[in-house]
């Protein structure tokens, strides 16, 4: 996704219009360090061996610059939405829903871990753009970068120095057009085209300039060491966008990138379902839940 656990929202648009772009959340609960990356605090630092990493590499990025806690657990709703704020610019619209729907994944009530969202098919999915697919991977491993898997982003939009709707939308075409061949256990619904869609528009406008709006175009340099090395680009000359990214800044961006996807239902899962929690099913029809 770019962001696999932002991109729930866009599922709900109605929900969202609860929650005011320019609410300021408290940092009670924040374990993460609250100063600017002036102050030395929002440096990157790769993960240790015991930190908890997932397959968002948004996410992940903003845990190795200690926008999240640098260790990826113990991570609540006000920690997310602070941090997604502080280091993207990305506003709670886009935000809210997801992060307490990232609760679902989680072992516990109040707080989660990036690995926990790993579950496949809460708000992992299959066709990622720098994942393998669950059933795929000879380990199961959604999790770790895959380069294979990312090449299709990284090829993508020959000729030019950055990514835009139009090259995003044929990258997840091509994307699905692979993984309908490779897995005989995708799940490809209007669910997860959704959430993919919202990854990558956020993969866009985060690493992009969106005062272009529609025609927001993002260097590839830029997108390309946010997934291959978590990590923000500042010393390649990236800095956060002054424009705070709403969903009224993502929907027309959004749009263009389902057009030139050419989505079409497929795979083995046609019910748009959320799999609620470790033990929940993955299609509660099928698992004669219902």
């Known amino acids: 996704m770019m962001l696999k656990l932002l991109a729930l929202v866009s599922l709900l648009p109605a929900w969202t219009m609860m929650v005011s772009a320019h609410t300021v959340y408290a940092r009670q609960y924040d374990t993460a360090p609250t100063t600017d990356a002036g102050g030395g605090d929002h440096g990157f630092q790769a993960p240790g061996p015991n930190d908890a990493r997932g397959p968002c590499p948004g996410l992940n990025t903003l845990a190795n610059h200690g926008y999240l806690p640098r260790d990826g657990k113990n991570i609540t709703i006000p920690i997310v939405l602070q941090a997604v704020l502080d280091g993207f610019n990305v506003g709670p619209d886009v935000v809210t829903l997801a992060a307490k729907g990232a609760l679902m994944a989680a072992e516990t009530p109040d707080f989660f871990n990036l690995t926990e969202i790993a579950l496949h098919e809460t708000f992992e999915h299959d066709i990622s ?57 995708l799940i490809n619904n209007v669910k997860d085209f959704k959430i993919r869609t919202r990854e990558s528009g956020l993969y866009l406008t985060v690493m992009g300039n969106v005062t272009a709006g529609v025609a927001t175009k993002a260097p590839k340099n830029f997108v390309q060491i946010l997934f291959r090395e978590e990590r923000l680009p500042i010393a390649e000359g990236w800095k956060k966008n002054d424009i705070l990214i709403t969903v009224d800044v993502l929907n027309p961006i959004e749009v263009e990138i389902e057009r030139f996807s050419e989505w079409q239902p497929s795979g083995v899962q046609p019910n748009p379902w959320i799999r609620l929690g470790p033990d929940g099913a993955i299609d509660p029809l099928t698992a004669n839940g219902i």
């Open 129 to 185: 753009l720098s994942r393998e697919d669950f059933h795929v991977d000879p380990n199961n491993d959604n999790i770790h970068f895959n380069e294979t898997v990312f090449t299709t982003l990284a090829n993508s939009n020959p000729g030019v120095d950055y990514y835009n709707a139009t090259s995003a939308g044929q990258v997840q075409k091509e994307r699905q057009d692979i993984q309908n061949a490779v897995n005989t256990q």
